[in-house]
């Protein structure tokens, strides 16, 4: 049935629009999340606090540490994401898409579930 196959191309693409939305706009989106992370208080211990006139309401005027850290999870994210458009677009071309799907899915519970086996204080 021709009609059939229309369907299931047309579900691919709204899922994959959907894939997109969530996932593909992180390192887009980088220097608004690094704003949300510092008043989230992520990697402050990295800063020593000042108690200079020129410190800002937080306690630190220039924490480069943190910002370094900031940077350094960009630079791995962004490489990261360039490196496997390799291999995924070999699995997409060998496999098709419903199995690449079935890959990232798992690869993506397998992330989940492994971080309550992190130790408390991380890398």
Known sequence: MPSQGLSLHVAT???G???????????LGWAP???V???EHYFEDLCEPS???MSNAMGHD???AQDERFSLIFTLASFTNNFMTFPTGYIFDRFKTTVARLIAIMSLQL???????WPAGGW
């Open 13 to 15: 693409l709204l899922t």
């Open 17 to 27: 629009l959907l894939e997109c939305l969530g996932f593909a706009r992180v390192l």
């Open 33 to 35: 999340l690094v704003f």
């Open 37 to 39: 992370f510092k008043t």
């Open 51 to 53: 108690t200079g006139l």
């Open 62 to 64: 220039d924490c480069r």
């Open 111 to 117: 992330a989940v579930f492994s971080h309550k086996h």
